[in-house]
C-alpha cells in the first residue's frame, strides 16, 4: 500500500546536492514514521520486515553506489525469515541506508491510523515522501514512481 504521493519532475532550483538533500529527508520522515509504526507494528502478527526486503533493488543499488557505501554483510538467513537487521527496538539501520521499499510500504492498518490521526503529522509525512520520491527520480534519471 502506498501514499498518495504524486511524481512529479523535481525542481532543480534547489536541488544543490539530491544525496545530500535525501539523507536530509530520511532523517526527518523516519521519527514522523516511527512515531506511527511504534503505536501499530507492536501488536502486528505478521511483521512485514522478512529477510526478501533487507537486499537492495537496482535502484537501491544505484543511491549506494553515488553515496560510496559498503554493501552489508548479509547472514544465509532464508528470504522468508525475519530480517537480520530488525532489533527489538525496531530496525537496527539508519532508515537513509535502508532499501528504499523500507520507508515506502505502509500496510493498511499503518494506513488506516495514520489517516486517523491527526493532519499536520500525516500531511508533512506525505509532503516529505514525495520530495523523497522526486528526488529518487532525478538521481535516477527518471520520473519513475517507486515499487510499493
Ligand atoms: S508496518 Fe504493518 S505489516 Fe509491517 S510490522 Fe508494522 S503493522 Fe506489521
Ligand atoms: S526496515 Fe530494516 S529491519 Fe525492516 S526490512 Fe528494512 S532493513 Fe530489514
Not at 522526486?134 to 535516477?140: N, S
Amino acid at each position: 500500500m502506498t501514499l498518495p504521493v504524486r511524481t512529479t519532475r523535481a525542481d532543480s532550483g534547489h536541488m544543490e546536492d539530491p544525496l545530500k538533500r535525501l539523507r536530509a529527508l530520511f532523517e526527518e520522515i523516519s521519527p514522523l514514521i516511527e512515531g506511527y509504526t511504534s503505536k501499530v507494528c507492536p501488536s502486528c502478527e505478521d511483521v512485514c520486515c522478512k529477510q526478501k526486503h533487507a537486499y537492495y533493488d537496482s535502484e537501491d543499488l544505484v543511491y549506494v553506489s553515488a553515496l560510496g557505501l559498503a554493501l552489508p554483510e548479509y547472514g544465509d538467513r532464508g528470504l522468508e525469515e525475519p530480517c537480520e537487521f530488525l532489533s527489538v527496538s525496531g530496525c537496527s539501520r539508519p532508515r537513509w541506508q535502508r532499501p528504499f521499499r523500507c520507508t515506502w510500504y505502509f500496510c493498511e492498518p499503518l494506513l488506516r491510523h495514520m489517516e486517523e490521526g491527526p493532519g499536520r503529522p500525516y500531511r508533512r509525512l506525505v509532503g516529505l515522501l514525495q520530495e523523497i520520491v522526486e528526488l529518487k527520480g532525478k538521481l535516477l534519471g527518471s520520473d519513475r514512481r517507486p515499487r510499493g
